[in-house]
């Protein structure tokens, strides 16, 4: 047997804890975004995401995607992020996923981005159930995401726990005040409004838009509600709960949908032939998708919510001259319009924190506001303020922006722009 002398064998086993020690932080690093695998000169900056290409979610999945590969070429047309560590601007690359609308997927397709494709960065996925979905795997590696598609309350991100989602659409006490504040002006302005009706997909997002808009009528005292109910989200014959609401008989219907249910309200409303003089709808009846599905004639005089429109700023202008000559003419898509702010933002928060060290890009969202083409924003409690709710109609084709709201609950205000069309009341009968 050979005996090692005392200091050397100290020594000996020093050397092993240090070897190991920066083996390990190594191997850490290397599975994070801004690592130290980050820091070596790079061409090209890896984005990852999922997106629902497949699935209940796919026809604002297929915007989402879209939007950002309009936020892509954008970015690079400009040469890329600037990074202040490495000296030069670069260009950005994404790596996505179909995550076929389902959660437990998108989680696992998050995990492989980071330890597999190892990305740089992240982007969000399309909806709340998934991006709520995805949360772990951020705190897991410790990546704050700008969430865009998404609609998750103050007191839901506390409940998680989380500091690395940063919520760009607006929040649900918001957007039902905004319609309190859009019905308050309908009935100033026609006096014949009184009785008003809501449904609503059972998914968090219409939940939370249903209460809200409940709540801010009440509190406000604005027109008599005389019917409320919900349907499931996939539910294909809705036509029991309109029905119901056809016998109540309101003036103004507000028709809080999600996603592809939007379709099945929309056409079964025509089919019952009930006309409200007011018909105002979610945020799915933005998309390409609604607006191709039916003729002008049909949706004449339908109002949705939405969070842009390309009279608001001259870069939206581009950004919505882009998607048009490459897709076709988009209503000023509610996905679109969140998807550019989370773009614009994410250029910003990157080139200020002068880094990919997801840390300290998490100091600028949390810290820093941002000048943007929809106004100087920031996250107060990790949510968009103020956030913009702007009202579409369709008239003659197009979609004319008629109302907008800005402003975190309880501040939301109307906002009064040059570009704002006359609405065209009644809405038309269903031909």
């Known amino acids: 047997m050979v005996f090692m002398p005392r200091r050397t064998l100290i020594a000996l086993v020093i050397i092993i804890i240090i070897a190991t020690a920066l083996a390990t932080y190594y191997a850490i690093q290397t599975t994070q975004p801004g690592g130290a695998a980050a820091q070596k000169a790079k061409d090209v900056i890896k984005i990852g995401f999922t997106v629902a290409l497949s699935g209940g979610g796919a026809a604002s999945g297929i915007e989402q995607l879209r939007g950002y590969e309009i936020c892509r070429d954008w970015i690079n047309s400009q040469g890329g992020l600037y990074i202040r560590e490495y000296g030069k601007k670069i260009p950005i690359q994404l790596i996505y996923y179909d995550d076929s609308s389902d959660p437990a997927k998108a989680r696992s397709l998050y995990e492989k981005l980071i330890t597999e494709d190892k990305v740089d960065l992240l982007w969000a996925p399309w909806g709340t159930s998934i991006g709520l979905a995805v949360v772990p795997v951020l705190d897991k590696y410790n990546i704050p995401v700008i969430l865009n598609t998404h ?132 945020t799915a009846a933005t998309t390409s998708a609604f607006y191709t599905r039916f003729d002008n004639k049909t949706k004449e005089g339908t109002i949705a919510w939405t969070t842009w429109h390309p009279s608001l700023h001259p870069v939206l202008k581009e950004f919505f001259d882009t998607y048009s000559n490459k897709y076709g003419y988009t209503p000023s898509n509610g996905q679109l319009g969140v998807v550019f702010l989370s773009c614009f933002i994410f250029k910003e928060a990157v080139e200020k924190a002068g880094s990919l060290d997801p840390n300290k890009i998490r100091e600028v969202l949390n810290n820093e506001s941002f000048d943007t083409p929809f106004g100087k924003v920031r996250f107060r409690d990790q949510i968009i303020d103020p956030p913009l709710i702007l009202f579409i109609q369709y008239q003659d084709g197009l979609a004319q922006p008629v109302f907008i709201a800005s402003g975190r609950y309880p501040d939301t205000k109307p906002v009064q722009i040059a570009t704002l069309a006359d609405i065209i009341y009644p809405k038309p009968q269903w031909s």
Do not use: C
């Open 151 to 282: 609609t998750v309350s103050e007191s839901t991100i506390k409940q998680l726990g989380t500091k690395n989602i940063f919520v760009t659409f607006s929040d649900h006490e918001s957007v039902g005040m905004a319609f309190a504040l859009f019905v308050k002006k309908l009935l100033a302005d026609h006096k014949d409004l009184r009785r008003i009706a809501i449904i609503y997909a059972e998914t968090d997002m219409s939940v939370g838009h249903f209460r809200w808009t409940k709540k801010a009528l009440e509190d406000q005292g604005i027109g008599e509600l005389v019917f409320y109910g919900s349907y499931p989200v996939a539910a294909t014959d809705v036509r029991g709960l309109l029905l119901k609401v056809k016998e109540a008989n309101p003036d103004i219907l507000i028709a809080h949908t999600f996603a592809g249910d939007t379709f099945v309200v929309f056409a079964q409303l025509r089919e019952l032939n009930i006309n409200p003089k007011v018909l105002l709808m979610g």
